[in-house]
């Protein structure tokens, strides 16, 4: 299917923005019995912004995918519905009108990155380079000045006014470099080493330099206690080299040190220890009273059963009432107000995206392209998982944002990069191959 | 605004979310479960332009060198792809001053033998247009690497 979809694109785009402008009217409605009046602003903000988006596609990305981006519509433009329900029901950190400026940067960041990256396989020349800007990212929040400490962890940069997350982009330059490395040495990785009883173990000097960055990137995320993004880099760092090699022995490898890695920080970090203790006893009264227990997980709990199968309806809940039901809880606030129907639809929307994100991968002709469409599709899934996971108690909580849902500008931005990546890179899988004889006035001749 | 309404409004909308979904299902379609069996007439040839069918009848089945040091040399042709460049474990290995240690790669898909050129710094040639992103090698078309013409043959 290499047509580009241009009439499917925009339709379904249109689609998304309409839903949301509909779940902004039934939200007014739900609350006052009146349609709000912010709706049409908000509303033709949103969908002048995808019309933008749009544009930039059709002109810099003919073939892209026509799906990713009326996808991302959604899923951001019922974040941006839910933020302004809160905001509503008189929580003053959440604030819709600030969510809509970060997705309009997020889409001039989605354009710049299509605009400026002609051909994605140009990072495959940076692929040091993007290692150690991940690095540097990092560690940035770790300086004395510009770094600052939010909620206790100390993951934020301040310049003037504005806060950003480094950690968000450190990710796409990880990412990045793993997969530039990866191609390079996955023959070796895959095939050089020893056997040792079922598992093929690698050469350490192959091995070396990404055992180190995933060290250096672990390592400061648990010293800034961003127990969130490090999990996510370990997944990322596993199912990169799972697909790069094909090995399942590395599976087994990640799984085992992870599982020894969590025992570990939970020994040796109290904060580790106590994400294990409000996960396994969050039902302790004792706990749920305690500064720091289980208070948050348990609303959110609690909110998603009295939502049930089919909600209480946009506007009709109490969503406000769990801390943080705008960022790190609103999925939660997605379940009480849509229910379980609603839930399962936004996560068939996010498995949508990643689908279109493997395909781009399988559909890739060059090895490094493969593995970076994987590689960012995966760490959007496992984004979701963790975020997902954690607030429904299958894994322990862990701070990190709703991808496009959450309130939080980096991880918009950061999020909207990655999507124009995998724009660019499904742009470059689809494009029919190119004639095979060019024009001979406009090439190079060779003579003799 | 009464109860049934907003029973009504909160129905409707899971409706057009899951239908949203369904529609976008819709345009995956062939991508998930293949394309139909019957093409559809209506579509425009303009759309449907990656030629899966084979140009040409009957593959290539050789790679033979016309030029250079290793003239003479003929390589079958199987389903892996043939890499060619100083290095040694190259499938065709040159010595060759012009070419790069990993220079260019031949490899097979949808029934066409597409030539890559993998950063080589003098370039690949395909007839007289230098090789910049993957190309498709029709039969007897020459490509040249430093001192080294290579063709595809039946």
Known sequence: MTAKRRVAQLGMLAFAVLIVMGAYASVGLGINGKVPSGMLGYGLGLGGLMLAAYLVLAKWAPWADPLLLPLVTLINGLGLVMIYRIELAGEDLASAANQLMWTALGVVMFSATLIALKDHRVLQRFTYTAGFAGIALLLLPMLPFIGKEINGARIWVGIGPFSIQPAEFAKLALVVFFAGYLVAKRDVLALAGRRLLFIDLPRARDLGPVLITWGISLGVLVMQKDLGSSLLLFGAFIAMLYIATQRTSWVLIGVLLFVGGAFIAGQIFSHVEARFNVWLNAEDPALYDADGGSFQLMQGMFAMGSGGILGTGLGQGYPYKIPLSFSDFIFTAMGEELGLTGLMAILMVYALIVERGLRTSLAARDPFTKLLAGGLSFILAWQVFIIVGGVTRLIPLTGLVTPFMSAGGSALLANWMLIALLVRMSDAARRPPPQAIQDEGLTQVMQR | ?????????????????????????????????????????????????????????????????????????????????ITIGRANDATLVL????????????????GQWIVEDLGSTNGTYLERSKVTRPTPVPLGVPIRIGKTVIELRK
Do not use: C
């Open chain 2, 1 to 81: 605004m009464s109860e049934l309404t907003l029973l009504l409004i909160r129905l409707a909308f899971l409706a057009v979310l899951w239908f949203f979904v369904i529609a976008a299902v819709g345009v995956i379609r062939t991508d998930l479960f293949g394309p139909r069996t019957a093409p559809a007439p209506a579509r425009k040839p303009a759309k449907a332009p990656r030629p899966v069918s084979k140009p040409k009848k009957g593959e290539p089945r050789q790679l033979i060198v016309t030029g250079g040091p290793l003239q003479g040399t003929i390589i079958n042709l199987t389903e892996t792809p």
């Open chain 2, 95 to 110: 010595s060759d001053d012009y070419a790069s240690s990993r220079h260019a790669r031949l490899f097979p898909q949808d």
